[in-house]
C-alpha cells in the first residue's frame, strides 16, 4: 500500500473516513512500503481475478500486576525507560532507541495497594501488526517458488459490484487486465511480506522493574513457549533470587532459578549470572508452589583468570546430600556466604534442586 491508495480511498464516500485518518495520522512522517500489502487473486480456470488488501492492526501490549496472595501488596514506585515520539518505527528501531535513554522512576499505582486477586494493567505501547487471521494466505504472497500462469487470456476480467447508497447492489461491471500485464507482475522479484515484523506507534516504555512490599521486582517477559497459565495451575514456575542493591539500598530481584525443574525426577544443577553479589541472597517464594532446594555455590571470575567459589554458611545447602531448604508459597529465606568477594567480579549462582507446583501437592494431602 501506499500514500495514494489512501488519496484514492478517501475520495470514495462509501470508505469509513476514519481509518482512514487514522492511517492518514500515524503515517504524516514516514510511511513504511510494507505497512500493508495489496495483493491480485487469479483463477485460471474462471478467468477472473479480484484485488483484497491486507493490513496491519492497532493492537495495545501492556504490563499486568497480579497480586495472587490473600493479602494486599503495597505497589512502590516503578523503574522504566521511556520514548517519547511520533514517527512510525519497526520494534527493533524502538528498542534500539529505548536502550539508548537513562532509567527513571514513576508511581504508575497511586493507590498504592493492590487487594487480593486484583490485577491492574499499563499499557506499554501501541502496535501494528497483522492479525492470525490474516497470516493463513500471507506466506504465499510472492512465493519464492512460484511460476507465472501460462496461456493466460488476452483479457482478464476482474469483477466488481457496484453498491447504491442502502449498500444494496444496484449493478455488476467488469475491469479488464491484459493477460500480459498480470504475467508480468506474477514475475516481478520476490518481496517478502515481513509477516511477523511489527511497527510501534507513538510514545514506548519498557519497564524494568516495580517495587512490590518494599522490594524492586523485574517484570518477567511473557514467553508463550515456555509459560504457560491453564485453569489456575502455573506450570512456568520458580523460586526467585534477590541481591542487595548498596546504591538503592534496597533488595533487587535477579529473577527465577530452577526454572522448569518441576518435580524430583528433573532435578539438576541450574546457573544463574547475578548483577549484584556481595556474598549475601534472599530467596523468596512468590508462587503456588513448594521449591526444594539442595545445594547452593557461587562462582566468582576475577580480574587475570582468576576464579573464586564461595560456599553458604548453612551446613544444608554446602552439598548435595538431600538435605533441603524447603520454601513454601510467601516464605523467605536468608543466606550468606563464607568469605570475601573480590571487586570487579562477575558472579554465578549455581542451584541444586527442584520445585513442586501447589496443584501436584493438593492431592496426596487430601488423601
Known amino acids: ?11 470514495n464516500p462509501r470508505v469509513d473516513r476514519t481509518w482512514i485518518e487514522f492511517y492518514r495520522f500515524i503515517t504524516k512522517e514516514y510511511f513504511p512500503p ?3 500489502i495489496v495483493s491480485i487473486h487469479y483463477e485460471d480456470c474462471a478467468d477472473a481475478a479480484a484485488f483484497e488488501l491486507t493490513q496491519r492492526y492497532p493492537l495495545m501490549k501492556v504490563a499486568v500486576l497480579e497480586n495472587l496472595s490473600n493479602a494486599p501488596l503495597r505497589i512502590g514506585k516503578s523503574s522504566w525507560r521511556q520514548v517519547q515520539l511520533g514517527k512510525l518505527r519497526s520494534e527493533d528501531e524502538d528498542a534500539e532507541m529505548i536502550n539508548s535513554v537513562p532509567i527513571d522512576e514513576h508511581n504508575i499505582f497511586p493507590a498504592q495497594l493492590l487487594a487480593p486477586h486484583e490485577k491492574i494493567a499499563i499499557p506499554m505501547r501501541m502496535v501494528m501488526a497483522y492479525e492470525s487471521r490474516d497470516i493463513g494466505f500471507l506466506p504465499g504472497i510472492g ?9 493466460l487470456s488476452d483479457s482478464i476480467e476482474l469483477p466488481v459490484q457496484v453498491l447504491s447508497k442502502d449498500n444494496y447492489v444496484s449493478q455488476n461491471r467488469f475491469l479488464t487486465i491484459s493477460g500480459g500485464a498480470l504475467s508480468a507482475y506474477a514475475r516481478e522479484p520476490y518481496v517478502d511480506p515481513e509477516i511477523s515484523k511489527v511497527y510501534v506507534v507513538g510514545p514506548s516504555i519498557d519497564a524494568v522493574s516495580v517495587e512490590v512490599g518494599g522490594v524492586s521486582m523485574s517484570l518477567r517477559q511473557f514467553d508463550p513457549h515456555t509459560l504457560i497459565l491453564k485453569g489456575g495451575s502455573a506450570t512456568g514456575s520458580c523460586p526467585y533470587i534477590f541481591t542487595y542493591c548498596s546504591r538503592d539500598r534496597r533488595w533487587r530481584s535477579e529473577g527465577p532459578i530452577l526454572y522448569g525443574f518441576k518435580n524430583k525426577a528433573k532435578e539438576a544443577w541450574d546457573r544463574k549470572a547475578l548483577k549484584n553479589f556481595d556474598g549475601r541472597l534472599l530467596i ?30 548453612s ?5 548435595t546430600d538431600h538435605k533441603y531448604l524447603t520454601l513454601r508459597r510467601g516464605e523467605s529465606t536468608f543466606v550468606a556466604f563464607d568469605g570475601e568477594v573480590p571487586p570487579v567480579c562477575q558472579a554465578v549462582l549455581n542451584s541444586y534442586g527442584y520445585y513442586v507446583p501447589s496443584s501436584d501437592i493438593a492431592p496426596s494431602i487430601r488423601k
Request: charged share 30%; hydrophobic share 35%.
Open 1 to 11: 500500500m501506499t500514500p495514494d491508495d489512501l488519496t484514492r480511498a478517501s475520495a
Open 34 to 36: 510494507d505497512l500493508a
Open 143 to 151: 512465493n519464492k517458488n512460484q511460476q507465472a500462469a501460462a496461456n
Open 284 to 313: 523468596r517464594e512468590v508462587d503456588p508452589e513448594t521449591s526444594w532446594i539442595d545445594a547452593l555455590r557461587v562462582d566468582l571470575s576475577c580480574g587475570g583468570g582468576r576464579t573464586v567459589s564461595l560456599l553458604p554458611r
Open 315 to 319: 551446613e544444608t545447602l554446602r552439598a
